[in-house]
């Protein structure tokens, strides 16, 4: 399983930008995936999550009303809208799936529910 996101650069505070993350598995659509972000000499952070059908969403408290997450399940992206970016947001982004269906709605805010993680993609957002 590979998961490979992209989108990552460099915006000025107040713009957008959208990171999606590829994966390569044929549970795809059965699996809930999300994404983490984690800045210099920070823990790693949650930051979004979608459920295996797209019907339920979660956000961390620093992203809500800023952030959209969304998945296209016949072609096996997760996507990440940001918009509003402050220098707060400012980390490495790592998409992470594999959170079974079972598991309950708490559980998409821990990084330990994930099984498949990718390398991570760059944001930096100049004020």
């Known amino acids: 399983v590979q998961l490979q996101a992209s989108g990552g650069g460099l915006v000025q505070a107040g713009g957008s930008l959208r990171l999606s993350c590829a994966a390569s598995?044929?549970?795809?659509?059965?699996?809930?995936m999300g994404w983490f972000r984690q800045a210099p000499g920070k823990e790693r952070e949650f930051v979004a999550a979608?459920?295996?059908?797209?019907?339920?969403?979660y956000y961390g408290d620093p992203v809500k009303d800023r952030f959209l997450i969304s998945r296209d399940n016949a072609r096996n992206t997760v996507h990440l809208q940001m918009n509003s970016l402050t220098s707060a947001d400012t980390a490495v982004y790592y998409c992470?799936?594999?959170?079974?269906?079972?598991?309950?709605?708490?559980?998409?805010?821990?990084?330990?529910?994930?099984?498949?993680w990718g390398p991570g993609t760059q944001v930096t957002v100049s004020s």
């Open positions: 992470a799936g594999g959170v079974p269906l079972d598991r309950d709605s708490g559980s998409y805010y821990y990084d330990e529910s994930y099984e498949f």
């Open positions: 598995m044929r549970i795809f659509d059965s699996v809930g």
């Open positions: 979608i459920t295996w059908s797209g019907a339920k969403t």
